[in-house]
């Protein structure tokens, strides 16, 4: 069983699992874990044939968990209407689940937490914040445990952002990171990081600027020491908005990141990474 090493490769502090335990087979608790990592990793064609297969299970716990993590990639990608689908897919499998409790919310309360969450921010990018509100609050209602905590921060921070709320923004990151923290969930940690420079930024309070330059560093030599390329080109663009003097080579990284996660993505996410007006275009 490969199950405690993919886990903490998942949610915990070991982002880098051996080859061994990455070979997309075992259960399905265990295929969805790999698929989790892929994606870390910016390897979204290997993570979707796991997830492609996952969504078609008889256990329809194990599709809906499939089907928003798909959708988390998706929306990695750029790809909020696509994401949107797959996340209303996901609820609507999860929707009247009795699980018993995970850990890690691998559970029907995390299901449809994750769904809700991420059904959030696919209303969010598509320019439906009340919509996104509304989600975010169904969610925050299942009581899904820590990784709906630390997400929850991450959707709660990009709405008042949204809504030009800088201030309001900063507790929702600090409490995404707090929860990671304490957790020792890595992957985690660096995106709440960069969420929370962000949100320090849009606050503008007092040494905001070093405090997310910090936050902003620190999440890049993660992402870089823990092989997350789903996460090194955000916290490079990040970078090179809060460092312009050396933003032509942040940028230069983003655009080398992108290039390796596009050449590993499904023809899907390749699609949708081009039509995204968030994505960069490398060498565009």
């Not at 916290?235 to 940028?251: K, S």
């Amino acid at each position: 069983m490969h199950e405690p090493a993919l886990r903490a490769a998942a949610f915990g502090s070991d982002p880098r699992p051996e080859p061994a335990v990455m070979r997309g087979r075992g259960t399905p608790r265990e295929r969805l874990l790999a698929a989790v990592v892929l994606g870390a990793q910016g390897r979204y064609a290997a993570a979707a044939s796991l997830l492609d297969r996952l969504r078609r299970e008889t256990d329809p716990l194990a599709a809906s968990l499939a089907a928003s993590t798909l959708a988390s990639h998706r929306r990695q990608l750029g790809g909020h209407r696509q994401a949107r689908a797959l996340d209303g897919e996901a609820f609507a499998e999860a929707a009247h689940l009795d699980t018993q409790p995970d850990p890690d919310g691998l559970d029907a309360a995390g299901a449809r937490a994750d769904a809700l969450l991420g059904l959030a921010a696919d209303n969010l990018a598509l320019g439906r914040l009340a919509a996104a509100r509304r989600l975010a609050e169904r969610a925050r209602a299942e009581d899904a445990g820590w990784r709906a905590t630390v997400r929850g921060g991450w959707v709660g921070a990009e709405i008042a952002l949204a809504a030009g709320q800088g201030a309001d923004a900063v507790p929702h990151a600090e409490r995404a990171l707090e929860t990671a923290v304490a957790r020792g969930a890595r992957r985690h940690v660096v995106k709440s990081g960069i969420v929370l420079a962000v949100a320090l930024r849009a606050a503008g309070g007092p040494d905001h600027r070093e405090i997310s330059d910090d936050l902003v560093g620190n999440a890049m030599a993660a992402a870089e020491e823990c092989e997350l390329l789903s996460l090194s080109w955000p916290a490079a663009l990040v970078a090179a908005d809060l460092r312009p003097g050396h933003a032509e080579e942040y940028r230069f990284r983003v655009a080398q990141v992108l290039h390796a996660v596009l050449r590993s993505a499904d023809p899907c996410g390749r699609r949708v990474a081009g039509e995204s007006p968030w994505v960069p275009v490398p060498g565009g």
